[in-house]
């Protein structure tokens, strides 16, 4: 039976190098040579027998994690999927939303500036100017 129950083996298999396996294979490796190190072995060339079995070890117990992880989470989807099909009035349906329903109007920021700066040209003369001014004091605030 092992960690895994037998409704677990219609799974399909996880990869040989997945995630966990590499992973936990570089961390066996790394173990051996910290074993070596400690022991004040030569790093990399004693004991190339034990790296290989650590490093081996590693990518056995990472590629079994991963299946047992595979597991676990087809078995919340199968029980999540399961309370959806049980209660759908729950989860109806809803109507895409725009973007724009979303999030606020966009007013640039120069259209909120401009017709202050054109305030500010009639309060100077009293009288509408002309477009030249206008664009040289547009220019002043930029």
């Known amino acids: 039976m092992g960690l895994i129950p037998d409704e677990g083996r219609v799974l399909p298999p996880p990869a040989l190098l997945n995630r966990g396996s590499v992973q936990l294979g570089i961390l066996g490796y790394v173990s051996a040579l910290l074993h070596n190190g400690f022991n004040r072995y030569p790093v990399l060339r004693a004991g190339v027998h034990r790296q290989i079995l650590f490093t ?51 007013h640039p920021a120069k259209a909120r500036i401009i ?23 547009v220019n002043e605030y930029q």
């Open 115 to 137: 017709p202050a700066m054109f305030e500010v040209l009639l309060s100077r003369n009293g009288t509408a100017t002309a477009p030249h001014d206008f664009y040289a004091l």
């Open 56 to 106: 081996t070890v590693g990518v056995f117990l990472g590629y079994h994690m991963t299946k047992l992880e595979n597991y676990k989470n087809a078995k919340k989807d199968r029980e999540l999927f399961d309370y959806m099909k049980r209660h759908p009035e729950l989860f109806a349906h809803k109507e895409p939303r725009r973007v724009g329903e979303i999030t606020e109007a966009f």
